[in-house]
């Protein structure tokens, strides 16, 4: 397992190729970025807090979970924090198996807990002012299916 969280940018092609590289004996990995988007109300920057040490502490147990459950071959979460602006990477999932739905499903399952669980906390600034993003209904809805 591999769990980073950092404030610089990374290379999203780079970290997948290696990722992948180390798995030969996989059938299948799946990756998945998440970018800031645009809001649509004049998004100037994202800020992206956590805790050091807590925040790892929790990524390594979820991903743990999805690594026993699905019985993965080896996961990676790469989410940074700091000031983001739209079109950056915000984050990225890395699942290999031996069949592609555990892959999927594994990564679905991360994605979903980063999505609402994990403890980030993430503050919009816009044109229109700044608002702390709370975790949406269908966010938690998706992580009920687990």
Not at 6 to 16: K, M, S, T
Request: glycine share 8%; no cysteine.
């Amino acid at each position: 397992m591999d769990i980073r969280v950092q404030a610089e940018p990374f290379d999203f092609g780079a970290e997948a190729g290696r990722f992948a590289a180390g798995h030969r004996d996989m059938g299948a990995v799946v990756t998945f970025s998440g970018i800031v988007r645009e809001t649509g109300d004049g998004l100037h920057r994202m800020e992206i807090e956590h805790y050091p040490g807590m925040t790892e502490k929790a990524l390594a147990k979820i991903t743990q979970q999805a690594v026993t459950r699905w019985n993965l071959g080896d996961a990676m979460i790469i989410h940074r924090h700091g000031t983001l602006t739209a079109g950056e990477i915000i984050m990225m999932v890395a699942t290999a198996a031996r069949h592609r739905r555990a892959a999927f499903e594994a990564a679905e399952f991360l994605m979903d807990y980063l999505k609402s669980r994990a403890p980030f906390w993430k503050k919009e600034f816009t044109a229109k002012g700044t608002e702390w993003v709370a975790a949406k209904a269908d966010d938690e809805d998706a992580l009920g299916r687990w």
